[in-house]
């Protein structure tokens, strides 16, 4: 039995085991128009006045987009939304693009061509967060649970204020989308380490999960702080084409994209699988080592303890972060670098993609395949690499034994994986005190 994984820009052949559980996001007829989808959406929105009746008056807007980590369509996107704010009296040059990087690094000239198409890299005036410049943030106080609520000050300081994105399954945030483009996506380095901090991550949050999430309940008091004016995200099919458009208030808007995403990408088994493949999601969240444990997590919702996951990513860009390699290379296993985190004086930006991979290995053993690094290199990862697809398969079954039960997830952390429907919190067996 043949399948094809998400891998890079490209599919990875992969000969699965006879009875293999294969699961995909419901398929869905993609708009047969979306641009025009698009037009109609930012007149007729959810929850909000319609985009250039807000632009009216407006001295400027700032529209914010993810980076390239994302496969956000915004060369498909975005071209509407600049003639909707020129139909209510803003011009291009008072229309700025701001890159909502989080702590990622900024996207070259070549990415932001490619992300935003020429003619708007072009046209618009573009800039890039950048979460580690304390004078480039306001300060607006904290949200109930004491997170500090530093901002990007353009995006704050701007006359209307609008956030663009993909809403899909988040293993923190439950979905990406909306409230997420300001909240980590502008926000200043010591409001994601309190965000993505360890007592949350262990906590309720995981992929689907939104009610009890105090990460989603956080972000949302963020962006009602920033003010936010204006919404539009879409949801893609397994083909990544334009599902659903969403526009209008930044809460309802994305209240429908979350209900929209969950009934066409949640899938169930009925018990958990012994062995779980796995993509990464293919381009461009197979990039890098960091990106790709999201597939890691997907498929830990569904293995069964003391089962084993095998990941398939390209890794086409290494690794990640050289904070993120650091945590790697120092931590002596999983359970070392667990006890690092419940020491309150220890902080290292990207410690918390390491932190979803000590709790995979806490519920299965690790496998990946990937032709964008050595298995030298992977072997000091925390994670144990195979030599071909075919290989890690066998060594799988061998050590599991006869029966076990397969599951294949070819588009990873695009689908919602679950055990009878059930949300797992990704840290339900927490080592330490949240």
């Given at each position: 039995?043949?399948?094809r994984?998400?891998?890079?820009?490209?599919?990875?052949?992969?000969?699965?085991?006879?009875?293999?559980?294969?699961l995909e996001?419901?398929?869905?007829?993609?708009?047969?128009?979306?641009?025009?989808?698009?037009?109609?959406?930012?007149?007729?929105?959810?929850?909000?006045?319609?985009l250039?009746?807000?632009?009216?008056?407006?001295?400027?807007?700032?529209?914010?987009?993810?980076?390239?980590?994302?496969?956000?369509?915004?060369?498909l996107?975005?071209?509407?939304?600049?003639?909707?704010?020129?139909?209510?009296?803003?011009?291009?040059?008072?229309?700025?693009?701001?890159?909502?990087?989080?702590?990622?690094?900024?996207?070259?000239?070549?990415?932001?061509?490619?992300?935003?198409?020429?003619?708007?890299?072009?046209?618009?005036?573009?800039?890039?967060?950048?979460?580690?410049?304390?004078?480039?943030?306001?300060?607006?106080?904290?949200?109930?649970?004491?997170?500090?609520i530093?901002?990007?000050?353009?995006?704050?300081?701007?006359d209307?204020?609008?956030?663009?994105?993909?809403?899909?399954?988040h293993?923190?945030?439950?979905?990406?989308?909306?409230?997420?483009?300001?909240?980590?996506g502008?926000?200043?380095?010591?409001?994601?380490?309190?965000?993505?901090?360890?007592?949350?991550?262990?906590?309720?949050?995981?992929?689907?999960?939104i009610?009890?999430?105090?990460?989603?309940?956080?972000?949302?008091?963020?962006?009602?702080?920033?003010?936010?004016?204006?919404?539009l995200n879409?949801?893609?099919?397994?083909?990544?084409?334009?599902?659903?458009?969403?526009?209008?208030?930044?809460?309802?808007?994305h209240?429908?994209?979350?209900?929209?995403?969950?009934?066409?990408?949640?899938?169930?088994?009925?018990?958990?699988?012994?062995?779980?493949?796995?993509?990464?999601?293919?381009?461009?969240?197979?990039?890098?080592?960091?990106?790709?444990?999201?597939?890691?997590?997907?498929?830990?919702?569904?293995?069964?303890?003391?089962g084993?996951?095998?990941?398939?990513?390209?890794?086409?860009?290494?690794?990640?972060?050289?904070?993120?390699?650091?945590?790697?290379?120092?931590?002596?296993?999983?359970?070392?670098?667990?006890r690092?985190?419940?020491?309150?004086?220890?902080f290292?930006?990207?410690?918390?993609?390491?932190?979803?991979?000590?709790q995979?290995?806490?519920?299965?053993?690790?496998?990946?395949?990937?032709?964008?690094?050595?298995?030298?290199?992977?072997?000091?990862?925390?994670?144990?690499?195979?030599?071909?697809?075919?290989?890690?398969?066998?060594?799988?079954?061998?050590?599991?034994?006869?029966?076990?039960?397969?599951?294949?997830?070819?588009?990873?952390?695009?689908?919602?994986?679950?055990?009878?429907?059930?949300?797992?919190p990704?840290?339900?067996?927490?080592?330490?005190?949240?």
């Amino acid at each position: 039995m043949r399948l094809r994984m998400a891998y890079g820009r490209r599919e990875l052949p992969v000969e699965v085991p006879e009875g293999t559980t294969v699961l995909e996001k419901m398929p869905l007829a993609p708009l047969p128009d979306p641009e025009a989808e698009i037009r109609t959406a930012l007149e007729a929105p959810r929850g909000a006045r319609p985009l250039r009746e807000l632009a009216a008056g407006r001295r400027d807007a700032a529209i914010v987009v993810s980076d390239a980590t994302r496969p956000v369509p915004n060369a498909l996107l975005l071209p509407p939304l600049p003639d909707a704010l020129r139909a209510g009296g803003l011009p291009p040059e008072a229309v700025s693009i701001v890159v909502a990087t989080g702590l990622h690094r900024p996207a070259s000239d070549a990415e932001l061509s490619q992300m935003l198409g020429d003619e708007l890299a072009r046209s618009l005036r573009i800039v890039q967060h950048d979460a580690r410049d304390p004078e480039r943030h306001v300060d607006l106080g904290r949200t109930r649970s004491g997170m500090p609520i530093r901002i990007d000050r353009f995006f704050c300081e701007s006359d209307l204020r609008i956030v663009t994105g993909l809403v899909e399954p988040h293993l923190m945030a439950g979905y990406s989308g909306g409230r997420k483009a300001v909240c980590p996506g502008l926000a200043a380095a010591e409001t994601i380490r309190v965000a993505h901090g360890p007592a949350i991550i262990e906590g309720h949050v995981g992929p689907g999960i939104i009610e009890g999430n105090p990460l989603h309940e956080a972000l949302l008091e963020v962006v009602r702080k920033v003010g936010v004016q204006f919404s539009l995200n879409v949801a893609l099919d397994g083909q990544r084409r334009v599902a659903g458009v969403f526009a209008g208030d930044v809460e309802a808007s994305h209240e429908d994209a979350m209900a929209f995403v969950a009934a066409e990408s949640l899938v169930s088994l009925s018990e958990p699988a012994d062995l779980v493949l796995v993509s990464a999601g293919g381009a461009p969240l197979d990039g890098t080592l960091y990106q790709s444990i999201k597939g890691i997590s997907t498929a830990q919702a569904i293995v069964r303890r003391d089962g084993i996951i095998l990941l398939f990513a390209a890794l086409s860009e290494g690794i990640g972060s050289a904070s993120f390699e650091k945590c790697l290379r120092e931590a002596q296993g999983p359970e070392e670098f667990e006890r690092r985190l419940a020491d309150p004086s220890f902080f290292a930006i990207d410690q918390w993609m390491v932190q979803h991979l000590c709790q995979a290995h806490r519920r299965a053993r690790l496998l990946i395949y990937s032709d964008g690094l050595p298995v030298e290199t992977l072997r000091e990862l925390m994670i144990e690499p195979v030599e071909s697809p075919e290989a890690g398969i066998a060594e799988a079954l061998a050590a599991l034994g006869p029966g076990a039960r397969v599951a294949a997830i070819p588009q990873g952390p695009y689908v919602l994986a679950t055990v009878r429907g059930e949300k797992t919190p990704l840290g339900w067996d927490r080592p330490f005190p949240a």
